[in-house]
């Protein structure tokens, strides 16, 4: 399964693509299986780019009993623009919120981590 996501350019948001237009909770996300379907839905996202910046896909799994995305970098971006529960979309809380920040699943770093040696 796969979402579409970006950041809206007014405010730097993080957004979901739901049956042509944008929104704010992942939860009311448009989740896509069909490949066709979802590169159909960024192809039409890409077009509106007056709205938003860079749309791309996502990778989503089913974590426990709520749609989450894999990546760990996704569920931070889906909670809102800081991981502080006071800001952002945790400060406005609501069960969608609580489900994403106790997720359980295989969510998966998708950076490196370079070690740096001290002498």
Known sequence: ???LTANRLADGETVFWNNGSWVERFVDAQLFD????AESA???AKSLQTVVVDPYLIDVIEAGDVWAPLSYRERIRCL?????????KQAGGGADIEALVHAEGAARSTG????????
């Open 112 to 119: 490196r981590v370079n070690l740096i040696k001290r002498k």
């Open 1 to 3: 399964m796969r979402a």
């Open 34 to 37: 069909a490949p066709d379907a």
């Open 80 to 88: 809102g623009p800081t991981n502080h529960p006071q800001h952002g």
């Open 42 to 44: 960024e192809a039409a």
